[in-house]
C-alpha cells in the first residue's frame, strides 16, 4: 500500500484509473471543498452545489484519462469543469425558466380564447333568438343591412320598400333586439 499523501495528483488519477477507491477519496481531500465553493459561488444553492460537485467527481472517476497532467494541474481541470457545468446549468434553468413563461401566457391567452368563443358563442345564440322573435318585415331589413352588408338604399330596392321605411324598421328592430337582450339577461 502506498502512501497517497506523498503521490502527486498525476500519479493518484493513475490509481484512480486503476479502480483505486482510496486514490479517489484522496483527489477528492484535495480538491473537494474548492469544486464545492466554485459550484456554490456560482449557483448560489447548496444542494445544487453538492450535486454538481458530485456530477464533476463522479466523471473523473469514470475517465480519468480525460485529465491530461500536461495540460495543467489537476485543481484546474476540476474547476473548469465544475466551472462548465454550473454554466450550463445555469443557462439551462433560465431556458427552462423562459419556456415557462412563455407557455404560461401562450395558456393563458389559449384559455382567454376559448372564454371569448364561448362567450361569442352564447351572444351569437341570443341574438339569433331576438332576431327570430321580431316581426318579419323588421327581420328581413335587419338581416340584409347587418348580416349581409347592404346601405339603406340597397336594403329598400331589394325589399320593394322606401328608403325612410326601411331606416324604421331597422330602428325599431334593433330597439326591440336591445329590449330582448336587456331582458333576457345579456348585457349591453
Known sequence: MEDLEELGDAQVVVLVGRYDE????EIYRRHGRSVYGLARRILGDATEAEDLTQEVFLRLWQNPAGFDPARGTLRTYLL???????VDTIRSKTARARREERDARSTATAS???????????MAEHVAGAMEALPPE????????????????????????PEG??????RNGLHRMRSMLVEGGVPR
Open 22 to 25: 482510496r486514490a479517489f477519496a
Open 80 to 86: 473548469t469543469q465544475a466551472h462548465g457545468r454550473a
Open 112 to 122: 382567454y380564447d376559448l372564454e371569448r368563443e364561448v362567450w361569442d358563442l352564447a
Open 138 to 161: 323588421e327581420r328581413a331589413a335587419i338581416d340584409l343591412a347587418y348580416f349581409g352588408g347592404h346601405t339603406y338604399r340597397e336594403v329598400a330596392k331589394l325589399l320593394s320598400a
Open 165 to 170: 321605411t326601411v331606416k324604421s324598421r331597422i
